[in-house]
Nanobody, 115 residues
Framework: QVQLVESGGGLVQPGGSLRLSCTASGSIFSINTMGWYRQAPGKQREFVAEMSTGGVSNYPNSVKGRFTISRDNAKNTVYLQMNSLKPEDTAVYYC?????????WGPGTQVTVSS
């Protein structure tokens, strides 16, 4: 089992920046993918970004060029730098871990973009 703890959410004005962090603990497989999803009220959870232990990253077009994912494998931690935030980025952001047929989710952290 893998446990995830997120931090870094909050309230930010449009055009602002936030950095989310997620640390994994437990039965972590040496080869894994960690990433972020988000869910806005009344909408389905959607993919935001992911990065493998090898450093390969993926983003949907909606955040490409604005969000950057990075990770520190020694700390089992993944980061999401979010720039040029828009009101439509408002959502609960969930950290995700996938490795060795185990998939885990964090409890989520709220990101609100509003003036």
């Amino acid at each position: 089992q893998v446990q995830l703890v997120e931090s870094g959410g909050g309230l930010v004005q449009p055009g602002g920046s936030l950095r989310l962090s997620c640390t994994a603990s437990g039965s972590i497989f040496s080869i894994n993918t960690m990433g972020w999803y988000r869910q806005a009220p009344g909408k389905q959870r959607e993919f935001v970004a992911e990065m493998s232990t090898g450093g390969v990253s993926n983003y949907p077009n909606s955040v490409k060029g604005r969000f950057t994912i990075s990770r520190d494998n020694a700390k089992n931690t993944v980061y999401l730098q979010m720039n040029s935030l828009k009101p439509e980025d408002t959502a609960v952001y969930y950290c995700n871990y996938a490795g060795n047929r185990i998939r885990s989710w964090g409890p989520g952290t709220q990101v609100t973009v509003s003036s």
